[in-house]
């Protein structure tokens, strides 16, 4: 029977069109996330008896999935810099939600410490991987 090597198998003979690609998915999976995010981040749990409690989730999924966003991002380039596009995206994306009420009339995004939290898992969590490696 044959094994299977120990090690996995990088792939890194791509093209430049290939990088900039697999970029611009991540890019958007980072809008798509924090949208999302902001729009849970609100989320409450009704307990027995009637009382909720608030239960914002999408802290942690801000801070694991731009961790995966950031670490797959390491695959395309080696330059931290351009790793970290998708992490830029996701900011600008919270930045824009943020702004909203000069746009429109809702607020996205309120003022306490949830967005707070939400904003510094999903920057903490983007930029972990890619000072963990240096």
Same mark, same amino acid.
């Given at each position: 029977?044959?094994?299977?090597?120990?090690?996995?198998?990088?792939?890194? =003979?791509?093209? /430049?069109?290939? +990088?900039?690609?697999?970029?611009?998915?991540? &890019? !958007?999976?980072? !809008?798509?996330? #924090?949208?999302?995010? #902001?729009?849970?981040?609100? *989320?409450? @749990?009704?307990?027995?008896?009637?009382? &909720?409690? +608030?239960?914002?989730? *999408? $802290?942690? $999924?801000?801070?694991?999935? *731009?961790?995966?966003?950031? /670490?797959?991002? +390491?695959?395309?380039?080696? /330059?931290?810099? $351009?790793?970290?596009?998708?992490?830029? #995206?996701?900011?600008?994306?919270? *930045? #824009?939600?943020?702004?909203?009420?000069?746009?429109? =009339? +809702?607020?996205?995004?309120? &003022?306490?410490? /949830? &967005?707070?939290?939400? !904003?510094?898992?999903?920057?903490?969590?983007? @930029?972990?991987?890619?000072? %963990?490696? %240096?």
């Amino acid at each position: 029977m044959r094994q299977l090597p120990q090690q996995g198998f990088i792939h890194q =003979d791509f093209s /430049r069109a290939e +990088a900039i690609g697999g970029l611009f998915w991540l &890019s !958007l999976g980072a !809008l798509i996330s #924090v949208f999302l995010e #902001v729009m849970y981040l609100g *989320t409450w @749990i009704a307990l027995p008896g009637g009382s &909720s409690i +608030a239960f914002p989730y *999408t $802290i942690l $999924i801000a801070f694991f999935f *731009t961790m995966v966003l950031s /670490r797959t991002a +390491a695959l395309w380039s080696n /330059r931290a810099v $351009i790793a970290a596009i998708p992490l830029y #995206v996701w900011v600008a994306g919270y *930045t #824009v939600m943020m702004m909203w009420p000069v746009f429109g =009339d +809702a607020q996205l995004l309120g &003022s306490n410490i /949830r &967005s707070v939290l939400l !904003l510094g898992a999903g920057v903490i969590g983007g @930029i972990w991987p890619l000072i %963990k490696v %240096k």
